[in-house]
């Protein structure tokens, strides 16, 4: 039984947009273009794929199979069609990247934009996000976040050196009550936490004490995803917030935030840029790999 392959790549972008209409608006077709050729294919393999609703589409168990098993091949004979197209030219196209909020090196601003200076034929399209899924499934080119959660079978660019979790908060604070000496001292302060999601616990604080790693869960007083926010509120005095050193590093400059338990501290792989290991690296995607290279 021979399917359309047009068709197959028309369904996996269904499957990783979950709605007919942004499918389209990808593609820059109608919507009932896309739903006719769904119902074309699934007509050619005598079983539904997705189950349609007014707001949304879901895969049923046959269309979450198929996808999870064309979708690499869709993705590779892309880039082996985007390399081909670019050997004409530079780079081009637009290039999808899911990018940890507290990577912050990377959305600094500099990397982006020299980069996109360097490609104006690229279009960057970059979501800011902290939930763990998978980039390919999702459609993105690319991915940034932290190398130890990074899944074995990605190709893995280092952005920067070691990273380094730190404890913080204002001078008033600690004039005020005083600061811990030890982690394990924490439930009794007040603290800001972080969540990577709204439905996601607080994130457990991570120390290391005689060359052994261990956890303290914080009890916060305030709790968000947005570290913009958590720094704001430890600088006002509200409580002792924990995150990535390199994000408090104006406010401390400034003298605005003091670090604390600094000996129970260690450094940590940092940021990678990771994507799926492909025979055929698309150009853009091979673009912004040198360009990390070249800047580290």
């Known amino acids: 039984m021979d399917a359309d392959f047009n068709a197959l790549a028309i369904f996996a972008l269904v499957a990783e947009e979950k709605n007919f209409r942004a499918a389209a608006d990808r593609l820059g077709v109608s919507r009932s273009a896309v739903s006719q050729t769904i119902a074309r294919l699934e007509g050619t393999l005598g079983i539904a794929l997705v189950q349609r609703t007014t707001r949304s589409v879901n895969l049923t168990e046959a269309g979450e199979r198929l996808y999870n098993e064309v979708a690499p091949a869709i993705a590779d004979v892309r880039a082996a069609v985007e390399v081909t197209v670019n050997l004409r030219g530079p780079p081009r196209g637009q290039l999808r990247l899911a990018v940890s909020s507290i990577a912050d090196r990377f959305l600094s601003g500099d990397m982006l934009a020299a980069f996109a200076e360097e490609n104006p034929e690229i279009q960057l399209d970059i979501t800011v996000t902290d939930e763990e899924f998978d980039i390919v499934a999702a459609g993105y080119d690319a991915g940034v976040r932290l190398g130890e959660v990074i899944e074995q079978d990605m ?20 004039d005020r009550f005083g600061v811990p000496a030890h982690p394990r001292e924490l439930p009794g302060y007040r603290c800001i936490g972080w969540r990577p999601a709204p439905k996601a616990a607080p994130y457990r604080w991570e120390f290391t004490e005689d060359g052994k790693d261990f956890s303290v869960a914080v009890s916060p007083e305030i709790t968000t995803n947005d570290m913009a926010l958590m720094i704001k509120l430890a600088i006002a005095g509200a409580g002792i917030s924990f995150g990535m050193q390199e994000s408090y590093r104006a406010a401390i400059e400034r003298g605005e935030l003091i670090p604390i338990l600094g000996d129970f501290c260690a450094g940590f792989p940092g940021f990678y840029l990771y994507y799926p290991s492909r025979r055929n690296v698309a150009p853009k995607l091979r673009a912004l790999v040198r360009h990390v290279q070249n800047l580290r």
């Open 155 to 174: 190709i893995a660019v280092p952005i920067a050196g070691e990273e380094r979790q730190i404890a913080v908060c204002a001078p008033a604070f600690r």
